[in-house]
């Protein structure tokens, strides 16, 4: 999927909704679109499955460029784009089994093969015991998946899940996470994720494009743009998702509790503290060394992409020669940083 130069005004002399975005994704991967309300992110998913036109530039999906698809053109290839959606979408007169034949139908699917197909879907979601009930009886974790087996129905190469998690609770959230991941991995299928929350993008992206007032500020591996940030929304969205260091408020509250000296460590790959010639740079035997003791006091550490990732805050205690001597030590350590209370 390609994104070249695109631009999009929904009124001629109105603000560009979209800006000169140029952007990849590769056959197979799960990419993330996220960005604060208004960035453009469900244009951009409408752009994609044909259902907007951008007003500059081309989009590619699959080698075909939508953006010059007759009508007729872009039906045909819309049936190879599976969509899924905040509030499920589904129709409360059909049952869950009807859901999912509606598609088919729609997709001319042979008549004879239509319950084996539901069948089977119904099965790889995980909800082969509700073909029969009807979508108010079920949970909105329940919905979800009959939103995504309807989406796969027709085997589609690409699935765009549109905040596909938002309404739901941060369990079934997760499971339904477990559930793209596999439909990637099993089936092969190129999946976008829109979607105002950096936690889905860590649980489940292998790439990212954050978008801000319609321009890509921030593009590349999950890991690579947790790592360096290039934009402040980018580092406003990651507060909430990833242990860093503490921001003025945070650290007021730590020192309000923690008297000693306080000094935060990025965790990155493999433990190894960035520019630092030794990867395995250990803060508290440092700290032990020169006779103080170290004490974590806040932080975390996720998992990326299956890499380590965060932060962790100590406090340093001991006699005033031992914490100075630590001190000189960890202000030369590039990924440590000493947070020095500042002289009123
Ligand atoms: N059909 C339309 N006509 C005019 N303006 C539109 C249309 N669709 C979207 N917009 C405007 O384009 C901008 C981007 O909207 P979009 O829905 O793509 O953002 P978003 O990032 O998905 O936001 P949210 O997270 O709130 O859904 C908004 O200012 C919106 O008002």
């Known amino acids: 999927m390609d994104f070249v130069g695109v631009s999009k005004r929904f009124d001629k002399s109105g603000p560009a909704v979209l800006d000169g975005i140029d952007l ?185 494009a954050v978008l801000d007032h319609g321009r890509l500020v921030d593009h590349g591996d999950v890991y690579s743009v947790f790592e360096r940030p290039t934009s402040d929304v980018t580092r406003g969205l990651l507060r909430h998702a990833v242990a860093g260091v503490p921001d003025a408020d945070a650290l007021a509250t730590l020192r309000a509790r923690h008297p000693g000296l306080l000094a935060t460590v990025s965790v990155r790959d493999d433990g190894a503290v960035r520019g630092h010639q030794d990867a395995t740079f250990d803060l508290p035997a440092a700290v032990a060394e020169r006779g103080a003791r170290s004490t974590v006091i806040a932080g975390g550490i996720s998992d990326i992409a299956g890499r380590p990732f965060g932060a962790l805050t100590y406090e340093i205690t001991g006699d005033a020669t031992s914490v100075d001597a630590a001190r000189a030590q960890l202000v030369r350590i590039d990924g440590v940083v000493v947070h020095e209370e500042t002289k009123q």
Not at 87 to 95: D, G, W, Y
Request: charged residues 25%; proline residues 3%.
């Open 24 to 208: 990849s994704v590769r056959s197979g991967e799960i990419v993330g679109i996220i960005g604060p309300s208004g960035a453009g992110k469900s244009t951009l998913a409408r752009l994609i499955n044909g259902l907007e036109r951008p007003t500059g530039g081309q989009v590619f999906v699959h080698g075909a460029e939508h953006s010059r698809a007759s009508e007729r053109e872009l039906n045909r290839l819309r049936t190879d784009i599976g969509m899924i959606f905040q509030q499920f979408n589904l129709f409360n007169s059909r049952t869950v089994a009807g859901n999912v034949d509606f598609a088919l139908k729609v997709a001319h699917f042979p008549k004879a093969k239509r319950r084996s197909r539901i069948d089977e879907l119904l099965d790889f979601v995980g909800i082969a015991d509700k073909a029969d009930q009807w979508p108010a009886a079920l949970s909105g974790g329940q919905k979800q998946r009959v939103g995504i087996a309807r989406a796969l129905a027709t085997s589609p190469s690409t699935l765009i899940a549109d905040e596909a998690t938002s309404a739901l609770d941060p369990q079934t959230t997760s499971d339904t996470l477990k559930l793209l991941r596999r439909i990637n991995s099993d089936l092969g299928t190129t999946i976008v994720v829109i979607t105002h929350e950096m936690d889905v993008i860590r649980d489940v992206c292998e790439s990212v």
